[in-house]
């Protein structure tokens, strides 16, 4: 039932009433917000329109995800091997590449996604 105050509000042009649509993970009764990149995930980096993603709370074993030209690919920080997914051969050697300069830097982002901990970008590839 609205109150009062939402009536009056309703009767002004082009009143809208406030909804808070920030992302939110909710753990342990207390919410979280993070940072996040395009369609809710964490971008850690981008370079010849390659986009990095690693997700928030991720099923093991350590991985990031790589976006280029509609296609993704997932890629295992342990050992760089293709998880699931393609891309063209082009872009997987520029991934591979780039997480091999960065694989520490990556195991770190993957622990602090793991931690609900804000992700660092991590330096493109150049």
Not at 23 to 36: F, I, N, S
């Amino acid at each position: 039932m609205p109150g009062l105050g939402d009536a009056v509000c309703q009767r002004r042009e082009g009143y809208r009433p406030y909804r808070d649509t920030t992302p939110k993970r909710y753990l342990l009764g207390r919410h979280v917000e993070a940072w996040r990149g395009e369609e809710g995930l964490p971008k850690i980096s981008e370079f010849f329109g390659i986009a990095i993603y690693i997700y928030w709370r991720e099923h093991p074993p350590p991985h990031f995800h790589a976006r280029y030209a509609g296609d993704e690919v997932l890629i295992s920080i342990d050992d760089l091997s293709v998880l699931e997914g393609s891309v063209s051969p082009r872009a997987l050697g520029l991934i591979i590449e780039w997480a091999t300069l960065h694989q520490n830097e990556l195991l770190t982002a993957w622990a602090d996604a793991e931690a609900l901990r804000p992700l660092g970008k991590i330096e493109p590839l150049r």
